[in-house]
């Protein structure tokens, strides 16, 4: 079973950024939600697990859990080698573990993003990185439905 991610919503994460008034506290802010994943195993740090498409080491590990009625939930771990990008890692973890495969196909990240402006602070590799990202949480989800 992985370690679970501290659960967070997106008015939650919303509130926070709304919050912070200059890019470097935003910066700061995304750093700090990395710094809250559950240590990462280093049996997981497999090429199987890399998110291609990343200038940094990024690892995304789905464990695909089966309810009793059924529902499958989708439990996800993550890490990267570099802060900035464990922090949008660990956002798209926070937001996203333990949900559904179809709750996690309709949530619109895309205008969670826009809403806090994300792809403003982020240079365009970071910003290419945290795209292949969500693609491969899009596709574990549309394999485990």
């Known amino acids: 079973m992985l370690n ?3 659960a967070l ?3 939650e994460l919303i ?15 995304i750093v700090e939600l990395g710094r809250e994943l559950p240590e990462f195993p280093e049996e ?17 590990v789905p464990q695909i859990v ?3 009625d059924g529902t499958k939930r989708i439990l ?3 890490d990267s080698d570099a802060h900035i990008v464990k922090g949008l890692v660990g956002i798209l973890v926070m937001l996203l573990s333990g949900k559904t495969p179809q709750e996690i196909l309709d949530f619109d990240l895309r205008g969670l993003f826009d809403r806090l402006k994300l792809e ?3 240079v365009p590799a970071r910003s290419n990185g945290l795209h292949s990202m969500v693609r491969r ?3 574990i989800a549309a394999h485990a439905q």
């Open 4 to 6: 679970e991610p501290p």
């Open 9 to 11: 919503t997106p008015e």
């Open 15 to 29: 509130d926070d950024f709304e919050f912070m008034e200059t890019k470097e506290e935003r910066l700061k802010l």
């Open 44 to 60: 997981l740090r497999r090429d199987e697990f890399k998110v291609q498409g990343c200038q940094s080491q990024v690892w995304l």
């Open 66 to 68: 089966e309810e009793e």
């Open 76 to 78: 996800f771990q993550a």
């Open 120 to 122: 403003k602070h982020l």
């Open 137 to 139: 949480i899009g596709d």
